[in-house]
């Protein structure tokens, strides 16, 4: 049973900051890449980032690209999202989900390639 746990979430003003976390159990978390997605009230759920097995490949969605950056550490199965000069339109609950198959190098940024995921954590930003 893989488990998903996010942190990190919270209110905060145009411009701030927020390190958001996501905690991973029961599966060898090294071997997978995993992505963020969020999803705003009314909206579809989106790709914000995701991150290969190894850390080694990254990628953003345009609207985020240079403000957030997304990291792992495989030896204490968690995975990060640094959000930098937050706007009004990131707010969203945020999702960390872990992509279905082993070890692609890829980065997969569709709902469909992620098979497990957390419960979300809510970020809002004040204008």
């Known amino acids: 049973q893989v488990q998903l746990v996010e942190s990190g979430g919270g209110l905060v003003q145009a411009g701030g900051s927020l390190r958001l976390s996501c905690a991973a159990s029961?599966?060898?978390?090294?071997?997978?890449?995993m992505g963020w997605f969020r999803q705003a009230p009314g909206k579809e759920r989106e790709f914000v980032s995701g991150?290969?097995?190894?850390?080694?490949?990254?990628y953003y969605t345009g609207s985020v690209k240079g403000r957030f950056t997304i990291s792992r550490d495989n030896a204490k199965n968690t995975m990060f999202l640094q959000m930098n000069s937050l706007k009004p339109e990131d707010t969203a609950v945020y999702y960390c989900?872990?992509?279905?198959?082993?070890?692609?190098?890829?980065?997969?940024?569709?709902?469909?390639?992620?098979?497990?995921w957390g419960q979300g954590t809510q970020v809002t930003v004040s204008s």
């Open positions: 989900a872990v992509d279905k198959r082993l070890g692609r190098t890829i980065i997969a940024t569709t709902r469909y390639e992620y098979d497990y």
């Open positions: 029961g599966r060898t978390f090294g071997s997978y890449a």
């Open positions: 991150i290969s097995w190894n850390g080694v490949r990254t």
